[in-house]
């Protein structure tokens, strides 16, 4: 019983810990700080409403179906199935002209925030993509009737999308605050629309930042366990001061307590832009380029100790082509910024618009260059998407035990892989489990291009090369998940 009595007395003062520890890490130890803070952003934070057509005749394809795959397929590589960013979708709603045989149409909600006073809201694009109608509401007021929204800019590429209405209400717009600045453990709050369920606060600290994302890498997330459910996508999460410090887009739905905000910073880059021309223009230099690891740069000839990613692929006719970068340089800065990895090189390239010059210093060898380089403008996701898959090669037979089979690639397989007729190379047709094609990570449908650094026009072209049991360095050219060209170095080891 003594024992018993003991525990609950620890238990008490360990919440007592707590709850003392929490409030002194409020500012002046003020436990309304929460209180506050709510009244001050929740009458900023609306609530839209969008109905959209599904064009897909195999499925729901709401507005946030293309949102709702890369997270499934992000969380799906990292050994789960996540869905994230995704609205509270409605049930589908018959089509205009009746439910049978026709289009039917999903009802989706989402969440926004007022920037300024004119009535300017901020928001998700997943929120309103493709949508026929969006509707906005302030107010949980059983008779508020919806005010019209009008998308008048969009950024795809880093899922954000800025809505005009027209109104006479007053508007409270939020402050910005300053995500760079932000400390892992700080405390924030999320508003939005969780499940439909009107305008919620819940609470949480900033648990990491710089998160990566594969298919939105110009932008690197926030990650917070302040609880974010379907219905929160657009919303704002907030430091103690009241300032937005990121937009909350993305949860981890294997677990509880991981979500995802889009940094307040990035916006601020992008908004005047989608203010004045509705969208966004960048930077692009027209290169694909790879980590460096401790092999390749052996291979390559360049110290360990150098952490700057190295050029896989350089796109002709492009302005890294024009400049003189080179298939394994290693890009050491850009435009003054010091780059140690691809997503450095990706913020730097597109922070400085087009047709402006830039340099950039590489390392070839052991030799350091700079070389001035005038930046172009970045592409559409559209038109950085391929529009075919690779087809299946015939299976050829190997001559050195690679662990893979090989075909020569002809200009009608360059064709199918989207690729320019002209284009030389071998085909991986197949690969053996566990080999040294498999341990390199070759893939059905890889493209050799160069054995150390050696171009490969056909398979014989492999094998003067590939003839002794050694590793080699393979540049290579596939179709990541979406269907798009990618470029990567790999080494195969037969030893």
């Known amino acids: 019983m003594k024992f018993r009595n003991h525990a609950a007395a620890l238990a008490t003062l360990l919440a007592l810990c707590v709850s003392n520890a929490r409030a002194a890490s409020l500012p002046g130890g003020d436990t309304n700080v929460l209180v506050n803070l709510s009244k001050k952003i929740v009458p900023s934070v609306v609530n839209i409403s969008t109905v959209t057509t599904v064009k897909s005749p195999h499925g729901r394809g ?115 605050g300053d995500s760079d600045s932000l400390e892992v453990g700080e405390y924030v709050i999320a508003v939005g629309n969780p499940f439909g369920q009107g305008h919620s606060v819940t609470h949480g600290i900033i648990s990491a930042k710089g998160r990566l994302a594969p298919d939105f890498p110009l932008a690197s997330y926030l990650q917070t366990d302040a609880p974010i459910n379907p219905g929160n996508s657009g919303g704002p999460l907030v430091n103690l001061k009241g300032e937005v410090i990121g937009i909350n887009n993305a949860i981890e739905q294997r677990a509880q307590g991981i979500g995802f905000a889009i940094p307040i910073n990035v916006v601020k880059k992008v908004l005047p832009q989608l203010r004045t021309k509705g969208t966004v223009s960048r930077g692009y230099i ?55 990895g691809a997503s450095d090189l990706i913020a730097a390239v597109t922070s400085i618009p087009a047709d402006q010059a830039a340099s950039i210093k590489i390392l070839r060898g052991k030799e350091e260059k700079t070389l001035s380089i005038k930046v172009g403008q970045r592409p559409g996701t559209q038109q950085l998407a391929e529009k075919e898959a690779p087809r299946k090669p015939k299976k050829a037979p190997a001559r050195v035990e690679t662990g893979m089979t090989l075909e020569t690639l002809t200009s009608e397989m360059a064709r199918e892989l989207g690729m320019p007729e002209k284009t030389k190379g071998a085909v991986v047709a197949s690969t053996a489990y566990g080999g040294p094609a498999d341990q390199a990570g070759l893939l059905r449908g890889d493209v050799i291009l160069e054995v150390d650094r050696k171009p490969i026009r056909n398979l014989d072209d492999f094998y003067s090369v590939v003839k002794e049991k050694k590793s080699y360095l393979l540049r290579v050219r596939r179709s990541d998940p979406q269907g798009r060209e990618a470029f990567t170095v790999v080494i195969l080891d037969l030893k």
């Open 286 to 340: 027209g290169v694909i380029v790879n980590e460096l690891t401790p092999e390749v740069a052996a291979k390559i000839g360049v110290a360990p100790s150098v952490k700057s990613p190295f050029v896989a692929h350089v796109y002709p006719g492009e302005p890294a082509d024009k400049a003189g970068i080179k298939p394994y340089d290693v890009i050491l800065e850009f435009g003054g910024k010091t780059v140690h």
């Open 62 to 176: 709401g507005p946030d179906e293309l949102f709702r795959r890369f997270f499934e397929d992000f969380f799906r590589r990292h050994g789960g199935s996540g869905r994230g960013g995704e609205e509270d979708e409605g049930p589908p709603l018959p089509g205009p002209d009746g439910p049978q045989g026709r289009a039917p149409k999903v009802m989706s909600l989402g969440t926004g925030f007022i920037i300024d006073a004119s009535g300017l809201i901020l928001t998700n694009n997943h929120v309103v993509a493709e949508a026929d109608e969006i509707k906005i509401y302030f107010t949980e007021e059983t008779d508020e009737k919806p005010t019209d929204g009008e998308v008048v800019g969009r950024d795809p590429e880093i899922d954000l999308a800025l809505i005009r209405v027209k109104t006479k209400r007053e508007l409270a717009p939020v402050a910005f």
